[in-house]
């Protein structure tokens, strides 16, 4: 049984999947006569095509149990999709497996471990699995299109890889 390996998130180990939201290593400034400070431009909404619009939405994450089988996997040729954990504790970890864009290889899945202080947004047409909460129900501020057009391709796998 193939098993992936998780490795840590990083911005330039996740730069082919998508972005990393975090502070860390962000542009920023303060605003707000000083009293705020900015951190800017951390990913870019790619949800226009075919007219689609930019939405928020909130979605809640059950626990998943490890060692966990990959029998699906999703992608949105139509806009990035963005999650952004709404805690900042550390130990609030969550994983991401990916892949690249075009046809689906599952050899060329990977998977991140995800600290509470750290979102991706994956880029338009990205394989990904969904949403893998880890120690406790959590809860995201998912960024993603809604509109016009067919956005969600999903691939069954039949379980024989692995993570965790």
Known sequence: MPTLTIQPLTREAFAPF???IMLEGARHYPINQGTTERFHALATADTHAMDGKTILSVFRGQPRSMPLAITVMERHPLGSQAF??????????????VAPPGDFDENSMQAFLCKGFQGVNYARGVWHHPLIALHRVSDFVVMDRIGEGFNCDEVTLDGRWVVG
């Open 84 to 97: 952004v954990p709404m805690t900042v504790q550390p130990d609030d970890e969550y994983l991401v497996v």
């Open 18 to 20: 998508g972005e990393v």
